[in-house]
């Protein structure tokens, strides 16, 4: 059987992540085109991987590559029209998180794959990251007894990228960038995708990029889930060092942490510092917690190589584009509490632009 054809939509760092993440772990696959709106951008990006065509024009991308597996790791504005094209042209899709910037693009993208018979995947990397899986066996085997409360930490100095800052471009700051992770994990961690019940949020801005942005550098989600358990997501693009992005979970029967980064790391001291250490670290000089194979520790492998899996072999996606929406709802009613200071009951679908909206128009 020949390889699935993938054709890769941006060229930043999470493409790096994914093409790596192909060429390594996904014989199956082969990505066989790269778009950017920078044509300088996607020639180096194309002769960098070793990758046959690249693109400037999205359309010409996805319809010309002869590509079976669209991959969209595009800025959060452009994923609806990203969508709808492939779907339109027959594609299968593998999407980046946030899923959408409102619940209205949210239907519309899994409506256009429906009818058009292609498989949407929402690409959430935790439920697939080795460490955190092994977490959900240990529940699974009632290591913990029941859940009543998770946290998810994730927090850095703010992202690789320009347009993460831009709230039109983006819809929302840490929330969008981040907390999307750990509302994912929770109802992955819940298992038969549980209906969240309750959101309160508390946002701060203005602390480290007031000159660049108007968006939430750090937040706090507190979702309550049917049944009575709690998760709690922090999230900060304040948090100088480094990354880090941490788990715990508490059952009435036992506890458990678990930490992505450390664990996985060679501890290292360095007075010249050196290459690279961590993902958001500024410096290396010093003592550092030094990664190596970071998109295998993350998930990223694992996701890629399941879907192109779902995609030869007529399966449903673990992670659906009903999943994204449900975590974009959540997302939304975060914004709405901070907004309001009021805990906000779901269902909830506003009628806004983007979830940031919420907040900052309050």
Not at 92 to 103: F, S, Y
Not at 206 to 214: E, P, S, V, Y
Not at 235 to 253: C, F, H, I, P, Q
């Amino acid at each position: 059987m020949s390889k699935t054809k993938v054709a890769l939509l941006g060229a930043g760092f999470i493409a790096d992540i994914h093409i790596e993440s192909y060429q390594r772990f996904v014989p199956d696959a082969e990505v066989v085109a790269v778009y950017t709106r920078d044509p300088q951008k996607a020639a180096a990006f194309a002769a960098k991987h070793g990758i046959a065509q690249w693109y400037d024009d999205l359309e010409q991308a996805i319809t010309q590559s002869g590509c079976d597996v669209v991959d969209i790791g595009l800025p959060n504005f452009l994923h609806h029209r990203a969508v709808l094209a492939a779907a339109r042209a027959g594609k299968h899709v593998i999407i980046e998180k946030p899923l959408a910037l409102n619940l209205e693009e949210a239907d519309e993208m899994i409506a256009a794959c429906r009818a058009a018979g292609r498989k949407l995947m929402y690409a959430e990397e935790l439920c697939f990251a080795p460490k955190y899986e092994r977490v959900r066996k240990l529940v699974n085997e009632g290591a913990v007894g029941k859940i009543f409360q998770m946290r998810q930490c994730e927090k850095h100095s703010g992202p690789h990228t320009a347009w993460f800052y831009d709230i039109e471009q983006s819809g929302g700051g840490a929330i969008m960038d981040m907390g999307c992770h750990g509302i994912a994990w929770f109802r992955w961690m819940l298992g038969g995708r549980p209906k969240a019940v309750s959101v309160y949020a508390h946002l701060q801005n203005g602390l480290i990029h007031q000159a660049r942005t108007k968006a939430e550098e750090n937040s706090m989600v507190t979702v309550e889930f049917e049944g009575g358990a709690i998760g709690v997501a922090e999230n900060s693009w304040a948090k100088l060092g480094g990354m880090d992005d941490r788990v715990e979970v508490y059952g009435t029967g036992g506890v458990v942490y678990a930490d992505l980064f450390v664990g996985n790391s060679a501890l290292t001291y360095s007075e010249a510092g050196y290459g690279y250490a961590m993902e958001k670290a500024a410096s290396s000089k010093g003592w550092s917690f030094t990664i190596f194979e970071e998109a295998f520790n993350q998930g990223y492998p694992h996701e890629l190589k399941h879907f192109i899996q779902c995609v030869r072999e007529n399966l449903d996606p673990a992670v659906t584009g009903e999943d994204g929406r449900a975590v974009l709802e959540i997302m939304l009613a975060a914004y709405e509490s901070a907004g309001t200071g009021r805990k906000v009951l779901l269902p909830f679908e506003p009628k806004v632009k983007k979830p940031i909206d919420l907040w900052l128009g309050a």
